[in-house]
């Protein structure tokens, strides 16, 4: 068991602790748990490639937990209204499609490796950024129109690095296909 991997679990731990703090109204204490859940997100795959502690496992593990965190988030301020339906459903939708598509290849015994692009990536922060700024606003709160365009720009990402994965499954699919293995 490597750090990353120690952290990355720590963040699985954690979600279940943010959904609480979520569904209890507590939005300080959750925007403290969201925050350390986000820092052992950058944290592992820093130590990861800074130590050449990168595995199998964690390959699996690190967006398993950055699903786990994220969709639970969205789903959880949607309900409290803080972000728009249209918001979490696309955020919900492009990770139970990623998911529902590596299972499929998976199920057709297609080798996936697990890479994320660096559109994933994005999408990835402004998803993390918009939860933080939208846990922050008994803090801060921001103009209406920064929500707006925030919000906009998550899902355009989001939408896009979904179907980027969708082409990508489509193609080793294909590939598989062609090859005559099914």
Do not use: C
Not at 43 to 72: E, M
Request: hydrophobic share 55%; aromatic share 10%.
């Amino acid at each position: 068991m490597t750090i990353p991997n120690i952290l990355t679990l720590g963040r699985i731990v954690l979600t279940p602790l943010l959904v609480w703090l979520l569904l209890d109204g507590k939005l300080k204490q959750a925007l403290v748990v969201f925050f350390v859940a986000g820092m052992t997100d950058g944290l592992d795959g820093l130590i990861a490639r800074v130590f050449h502690q990168k595995s199998k496992l964690g390959a699996y593990l690190d967006p398993l937990a950055d699903k786990l965190l994220l969709v639970s988030s969205f789903i959880l301020l949607g309900h409290l209204n803080l972000v728009p339906d249209w918001l979490v459903v696309i955020a919900v939708s492009r990770d139970i499609i990623i998911v529902l598509g590596l299972m499929t290849l998976m199920f057709h015994q297609i080798n996936v490796e697990i890479h994320p692009s660096f559109l994933s990536k994005i999408t990835t922060l402004l998803q993390l950024l918009t939860i933080f700024l939208v846990m922050s606003t008994p803090y801060m709160l921001l103009p209406d129109w920064v929500y707006s365009i925030l919000f906009a720009a998550t899902a355009l990402v989001s939408v896009g690095s979904g179907v980027q994965y969708m082409l990508i499954g489509f193609s080793l699919l294909g590939a598989f296909r062609a090859n005559g293995r099914e």
